[in-house]
């Protein structure tokens, strides 16, 4: 593939959700999307791959994209990793693929995972731990972490508060704890060659997570979930000064739009030379992007 042109590119999105596939199929059973819609405060949209790259491609901006593998957890089949990746093939000029193998799966999942990075041109991997109800430092997510470090792509974990189950029964069984951003800590340390992304502002663990990233040079976080202009105060310094080259721009489409971020971003008191850093420069070196060119 011809790969991404990243001077042509103003932006990275790390974080983008891909709702649903050619047959209709989505990616959460429906009383969960339901449930975001009305915590987010608007209908969720179900984009596909498709309509994802052009969307995107307007905007002169590359989306990391995937799914969440909740099967387990739900009973609802995921969507496929084979064909969000052959999909995002299609459009190599903005979409960077990553997979989501529910960690259940142990070692057969693991063997997946290779082969999607081998074969499919997989970059990552995305885990959401209260969705797929696990804590991700007890080990059961570790054959495919070791998978992810040895072909030197990232992991990609939900921290925090989520708006899925949100007033939902017992919030749909989901565990919010599971999703503490210090439980990585532990990830870090067994992993140092690993790279890990934290996701979204991590409310209400904010602390805990800027701690991970400043003491852990394998970990970043991005700043996907909210608007900027919702961000905690500590965020934004860290973001501005100390953290400046380990924060990344991430919107998690559907629910935020890479529009209505900047916009807010671009109303923060962050240094003009931070800026380009937190919408791109700091994601080619955590995504292993080179060059002017993404690496084959």
């Known amino acids: 593939m011809s790969g991404l042109d990243l001077d042509a590119l103003e932006a990275i999105d790390v974080h983008v959700h891909v709702e649903s596939d050619a047959h209709g199929h989505l990616s959460l059973p429906d009383e969960f999307l339901e449930a975001s819609a009305k915590y987010f405060g608007g209908a969720h949209p179900t984009p596909g791959v498709h309509e994802i790259a052009a969307y995107y491609r307007e905007r002169r901006t590359a989306a990391v994209v995937f799914t969440v593998d909740t099967e387990k957890a739900t009973g609802h089949p995921a969507l496929s990793n084979e064909e969000i990746a052959d999909a995002a093939a299609e459009h190599p000029d903005v979409l960077i693929p990553f997979a989501s193998i529910d960690p259940a799966k142990g070692r057969a999942g693991a063997r997946t995972f290779r082969r999607l990075i081998e074969e499919r041109g997989v970059r990552g991997i995305k885990f959401h731990p209260s969705l797929q109800g696990f804590a991700p430092n007890d080990r059961s997510a570790y054959p495919l972490l070791e998978a992810a470090a040895e072909h030197g ?68 976080i991005d700043l996907s979930g909210w608007s900027p202009k919702y961000f905690p105060p500590q965020l934004v310094r860290y973001a501005g000064g100390l953290l400046q080259d380990k924060v990344l721009f991430g919107s998690d489409y559907p629910v935020i739009t890479p529009d209505r971020w900047r916009d807010d971003f671009a109303k923060l008191e962050i240094k003009p030379h931070v800026r380009p850093k937190i919408l791109k420069d700091n994601a080619v070196r955590a995504l292993g992007l080179r060059g002017g060119k993404e690496k084959a």
């Open 153 to 220: 792509v990232p992991a990609l974990f939900h921290t925090g508060q989520t708006g899925i189950g949100a007033g939902m029964p017992g919030g749909g069984g989901i565990r919010l704890g599971l999703s503490n951003p210090m439980l990585l800590d532990d990830v870090a340390a067994d992993l140092p060659d690993l790279t890990i992304i934290m996701a979204h502002p991590s409310f209400p663990w904010q602390d805990e997570a800027l701690a991970v990233a400043t003491h852990k040079p394998n970990v970043y």
